[in-house]
């Protein structure tokens, strides 16, 4: 699932709309003019867009994505981040469970594979998360003869 604001999401549809008329894709001025909207607002929606891979542009031309994943769009960007926050959370925990063989993880191990593995989060946003598993219930933090561990 793709978590996008209203804004965003509107952003998406006229470019949807017009990528019937304009097959090379939508020039970017005809879009803003459409839309009324600021530049720099018009231009951070089509940057969060495109990170999304939701939307490709080529110099001044606008293409929709096809996205086989759903799109919910919510109001506020700080709703689009905690749902992230959630989803990445989710991940996570999947990835505790499945590297826990015996019901526990060491600390290291732990942290090594979400830093590096396949979810490559920074410090801040792994301790957020630790932390926020933590806070859940859904994990908890011991100490063994040989180092910290993380049970489920």
């Keep these: ?6 804004k965003e999401n ?19 001025n005809i879009l803003k003019l459409d839309l009324s909207m600021s530049e720099t607002e018009f231009k951070d929606i089509l940057t969060n867009l495109e990170n999304k891979d939701l ?16 799109i919910n769009a919510v109001e506020s960007r700080a709703e689009v981040l905690r749902e992230d926050l959630n989803q990445t ?4 925990f999947e990835l505790i469970t499945n590297l826990a063989s015996d019901g526990f993880i060491s600390r290291h191990f ?14 801040l946003q792994m301790y957020q998360i ?10 908890k933090k011991i100490q063994k003869k040989d180092g910290e561990y993380y049970s489920l």
């Design 55 to 70: 939307i490709s542009k080529n110099d001044n031309y606008i293409k929709a994505n096809a996205v086989d994943a759903h």
């Design 89 to 92: 959370e989710k991940k996570t």
């Design 110 to 123: 732990l942290e090594g594979n979400i830093l590096y593995g396949d979810l490559k989060l920074s410090n």
């Design 1 to 6: 699932m793709i978590t996008i604001t209203k």
């Design 10 to 28: 509107l952003v998406l549809n006229q470019i949807k709309y017009f990528q019937a008329e304009y097959s090379n894709g939508v020039p970017s």
């Design 130 to 139: 630790i932390v926020s598993l933590e806070n859940k219930g859904l994990i």
